[in-house]
Structure formats: C-alpha cells, structure tokens
Nanobody, 112 residues
C-alpha cells in the first residue's frame, strides 16, 4: 500500500526558507518519478515540481523556478523540497504525489 508522509511545513516570513520532506513506502520509490503539488486556500491543486527516478532531472512550475529545489534520497525513500525566497502566494498545503496518490500534506504559511 502506497504511503506518503509530508513534513517540514510551518509559518515563515516573506523571503524566508523552508525544507519539506516526504517519506515514501509501499512501492518502488527509487524507480519512479515523484511530484510535488500544492493547494492554496480556495484554489485547486497546482503542480510544483517533478523529480526523475534518479534525481538527475527536475522540472518546476514557472511560479517557483529559481526559488525551489527538489531532490530525493533513494537510499532513504525520501523526497525533499527546498523552498527559498518564499512569498505570500506560496501559502498552501504541499503534497508529494505518486501515481495520483498524495499524503496528508504539510501546511506552509508565508506571512509577516
């Protein structure tokens, strides 16, 4: 059974940084592309980033490119999202996603 557990969210001031993590289990993590998606209050899901199976290829939404960095540790079945220069519009629940399955999410709030 696929399980995804996100962590690392919190309240941060504009311009600050956070590092999210996603612990994965129940599937062959190391051979699958993983995604980060987010949902802002009152809005639909937004794709944020994808990380290839080996972690060598990452793609980003234009809204986060240059500020966010996605990575993975296949030895630990863990996905990360380093978020820098955070903006209020980054406020959302962040999820890791595999094959349409998401975890419970972690709340990121950017506010002064």
């Amino acid at each position: 059974q696929v399980q995804l557990v996100e962590s690392g969210g919190g309240l941060v001031q504009p311009g600050g940084s956070l590092r999210l993590s996603c612990a994965a289990s129940g599937f062959a993590f190391s051979i699958n592309t993983m995604d980060w998606v987010r949902q802002a209050p009152g809005k639909g899901l937004e794709w944020v980033s994808s990380v290839s199976s080996g972690g060598y290829r990452t793609t980003y939404a234009s809204s986060v490119k240059g500020r966010f960095t996605a990575s993975r540790d296949n030895a630990k079945n863990t996905l990360h999202l380093q978020m820098n220069s955070l903006k209020p519009e980054d406020t959302a629940v962040y999820y890791c996603e595999y094959n349409g399955v998401r975890g419970q999410g972690t709340q990121v709030t950017v506010s002064s």
